[in-house]
């Protein structure tokens, strides 16, 4: 049997390089136009959650050599509910899904559609954030309703739950009562931090 000794300072180096870790902070934003004024601009809805399947995706295709997923998309969602760890595109979105996503004409996107989520344009990551603040996800209110809350797939069509991911998601702190004609902008912010 080996014994090894260690100084103090070796153990203390060990210990150290032990608590190193990589950490995502996300934290959504929205703007709440109707008709010319801003009923909030650029209010913090708090920190999201990035679930499982996200941060499996994240490091799959970041470091585990997997096919990268190119292209993420914005929901928003109608339902009460406080995004889980275990959370998926299979049982939180679509017209089943956990979250009650906004389907149909609760919204369009920028060019009109109402079959599609928005894309979630970003720049390029600077000091370890991404995010898409000079491009917002708009949402063109159809219906009046109570949005809870926002997420992040890869899943392009707002029906789609099967075989997409779910890369974030957050209840907002504070539910937006929309009505039609109203104009919601969603930035999302993901940090990622080294401790």
Not at 127 to 156: H, M
Request: hydrophobic fraction near 40%; charged fraction near 15%; glycine fraction near 12%.
């Amino acid at each position: 049997m080996e014994i090894k000794l260690y100084s103090n300072e070796d153990f203390a180096a060990i210990v150290k390089e032990g608590d190193a870790r990589i950490s995502f902070r996300n934290e959504v934003f929205v703007d709440h136009k109707r008709g010319d004024e801003y009923l909030c601009f650029e209010k913090s809805m708090g920190f999201n959650i990035m679930p499982t399947e996200g941060l499996n995706a994240l490091l799959d295709s970041g470091i585990g050599g997997a096919t990268q997923i190119t292209q993420w998309y914005c929901g928003i969602y109608k339902g009460n509910y406080t995004p889980l760890a275990t959370n998926t595109g299979a049982n939180a979105l679509g017209s089943g899904g956990l979250f009650t996503e906004c389907l149909g004409t609760d919204y369009a996107i920028t060019g009109g559609s109402t079959a599609n989520r928005a894309l979630y344009t970003v720049a390029a990551t600077a000091g370890g954030v991404i995010t898409n603040a000079a491009s917002k996800a708009e949402f063109d209110i159809g219906t009046n309703a109570t949005i809870y809350g926002a997420f992040l797939s890869n899943g392009q069509a707002k029906t789609t739950n099967t075989g997409y991911k779910l890369l974030a998601a957050k209840l907002f702190d504070t539910a937006r009562i929309v009505v039609s004609t109203d104009i919601l902008y969603v930035t999302y912010q993901i940090t990622a931090v080294s401790s």
